[in-house]
């Protein structure tokens, strides 16, 4: 499985960024797929997922309203839309996917930087 994220980069506070991922080996329409966040010193949460159905959607709560997580099960991608961008959304941004028959997510992308300045 290899999961590939492009789209991160530097923005100013109130800017906007969109996060790609674009997934190969696995049989991505009935996988369930999601956004973690890692920033320096803090630990790794759980940003926004899709389910395979794309019916079940989650939002951390300090996201909700600003990020849209979407899925296009023709191109093999997810996105995530972030919108309003804090410095605190500062993080390095993964891609991860599962089984839709596990909880754990068992497939990372390698990661991309967001950096957003104040």
């Known amino acids: 499985v290899r999961l590939v994220e492009t789209g991160g980069g530097l923005v100013q506070a109130g800017g906007s960024l969109r996060l790609s991922c674009a997934a190969s080996?696995?049989?991505?329409?009935?996988?369930?797929m999601g956004w973690f966040r890692q920033a320096p010193g803090k630990e790794r949460e759980l940003v926004a997922e899709?389910?395979?159905?794309?019916?079940?959607?989650y939002y951390l709560h300090s996201v909700r309203g600003r990020f849209t997580i979407s899925r296009d099960n023709a191109k093999n991608t997810i996105y995530l839309q972030m919108n309003s961008l804090a410095p605190e959304d500062t993080a390095v941004y993964y891609c991860?996917?599962?089984?839709?028959?596990?909880?754990?997510?068992?497939?990372w992308g390698q990661g991309t930087q967001v950096t957003v300045s104040s």
């Open positions: 991860v996917a599962k089984s839709s028959y596990v909880q754990k997510y068992d497939y």
């Open positions: 080996g696995l049989t991505f329409a009935v996988a369930d």
């Open positions: 899709i389910r395979w159905s794309g019916g079940s959607i």
